[in-house]
């Protein structure tokens, strides 16, 4: 059995299944996938976004850098790699080891924007 899924407005995604169960699982991955979480910018709120990956070489090591760009402002929405495989979205503060700061609760610090941020110049931060 196949399936298609719409999981944004351009991008489907096809899904096959062995039976239904099976079928019903790839769906549900497709859709709760966090790369199409979000449809548009959130610093403007444009629905014009592109996906890039970027390769960037520093001391002869080349590192990927997967971003959702918003063709309006600019912002980026920045994609971490997990552990144990998959990918998500980075909404959280980190310190300099990569590791998110807490705040007194014992909870992530969110970052602005749902995490879509822009390189300030005047502040040399990306906001
Ligand atoms: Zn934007």
Redesign the pocket.
Same mark, same amino acid.
């Not at 910018?41 to 444009?46: D, T, V, W």
């Not at 309006?72 to 912002?75: G, L, M, V």
């Given at each position: 059995m196949k399936a298609t899924v719409w999981v944004t407005r351009n991008i489907s995604i096809d899904v096959d299944g062995t039976d239904d169960k099976n079928l019903f699982k790839g769906i549900a991955q497709a859709m709760n996938h966090e790369f199409f979480a979000d449809t548009c !910018? #959130? +610093? $403007? #709120? $444009?629905e014009d976004l592109k996906y890039q990956v970027r390769t960037v070489t520093t001391d002869g090591e080349e590192n990927e850098f997967y971003e959702i760009v $918003?063709k +309006? !402002?600019?912002?980026k929405l920045s994609f971490g790699h997990a552990k144990a495989g998959g990918m998500y979205a980075k909404r959280l503060e980190v310190g300099a080891k990569g590791k998110a700061i807490k705040d007194e609760n014992d909870k992530g610090i969110k970052l602005p924007n749902k995490g879509?941020l822009?390189f300030n110049k005047e502040t040399g931060k990306n906001e």
């Open positions: !910018c #959130g +610093k $403007c #709120g $444009c $918003c +309006k !402002c600019y912002a879509w822009r």
